[in-house]
């Protein structure tokens, strides 16, 4: 059976932040208190957030790693050897979460010989958790006989005000599985929205933090990223705001299913 989630429920996304800059925002970060931090193979930012767990002068167990391996090292051949690298990068012996980054597109990898290699992963102490990302409710079904039922902690996936996902959501819910909102400030776009704007000025904070608060008040986890200590502040706000009923019923209705990350390689989404 699966540990029970102590995932942190505000951590922070990496993509795109590498370099000194990215390093600074994560230090900043988690000056600020965050202390979940997103990775994954195909980032590049690996090689940060281990500096940072390093020079956080926190204990390991007070920070809450998740690294993803990439499509491109699902082969059965590669897929263990690639966790060892990440592990190796990360300067970590295990990371707290790992995911299946996509699932292989048509199948291209069989899907048990990943999702075995997932388990083999947790199995081996290299990963305290595992879970998957851009998972539609068919692969979260199929994977549940392989890996074993609860085992799979979260699905990150795209889901922000704009992309509420119901269909995915409504499952999660019946099946006790967590999402993990990942892009949950739709890239910024949020920040002009009136309706979150409006509100935001109500609880005196951010549109930004109110689509966060919103997001977490729907049972999600979610992994805003910033390399601005003022906006890292804001969104680290988000955590101490409760939105009344007519406040999320007004920004549930600003779901318009518009997905902003649909690669080629994406399966068939459920909403
Ligand atoms: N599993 C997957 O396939 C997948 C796909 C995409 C993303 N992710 C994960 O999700 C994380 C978050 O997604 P994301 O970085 O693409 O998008 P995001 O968090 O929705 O938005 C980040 C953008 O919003 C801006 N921003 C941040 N805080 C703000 C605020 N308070 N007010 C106004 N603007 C603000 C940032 O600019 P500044 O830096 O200038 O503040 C940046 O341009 C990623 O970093 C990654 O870890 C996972």
């Not at 119901?166 to 949020?190: E, F, I, N, Q």
């Amino acid at each position: 059976m699966a540990q029970t989630t102590t995932i942190p429920r505000l951590g922070l996304g990496t993509y795109g932040r590498t370099g000194p800059e990215g390093l600074d925002a994560l230090l900043k970060a988690i000056e600020i208190g965050y202390r979940h931090l997103d990775t994954a193979q195909s980032y590049g930012t690996e090689e940060n957030v281990g500096e940072a767990v390093k020079r956080s002068g926190l204990s390991r167990s007070e920070l809450f790693v998740t690294t993803k391996v990439a499509d491109t090292n699902l082969e059965a051949t590669q897929f263990l050897p690639s966790v060892e690298k990440s592990l190796e990068t990360l300067q970590l012996d295990h990371v707290d979460l790992l995911l299946i980054h996509w699932p292989s597109a048509r199948d291209q990898v069989p899907f048990e010989v990943y999702m075995t290699g997932l388990a083999e992963a947790k199995a081996r102490g290299w990963a305290k958790r595992i879970g998957v990302s851009n998972y539609p409710i068919a692969d979260l079904e199929r994977a549940d006989p392989i890996v074993g039922k609860g085992e799979i902690e979260t699905n990150q996936v795209e889901i922000h005000p704009y992309l509420q996902a119901p269909r995915l959501r409504d499952h999660a819910r019946s099946k006790g599985l967590t999402l993990t909102a990942y892009m949950p400030l739709a890239k910024g776009k949020v920040s002009a929205d009136p309706v979150l704007g409006e509100i935001a000025a109500t609880h005196g904070v951010t549109a930004a933090a109110i689509s966060l608060a919103f997001l977490m008040g729907e049972g999600h986890i979610v992994i805003p990223a910033s390399g601005n200590t003022e906006r890292l502040h804001d969104n680290f706000a988000a955590r101490n705001v409760t939105l009344s009923a007519d406040e999320t019923d007004a920004i549930r209705a600003l779901d318009r299913g518009e997905r902003m990350i649909n690669p080629e390689k994406s399966p068939k989404w459920d909403d």
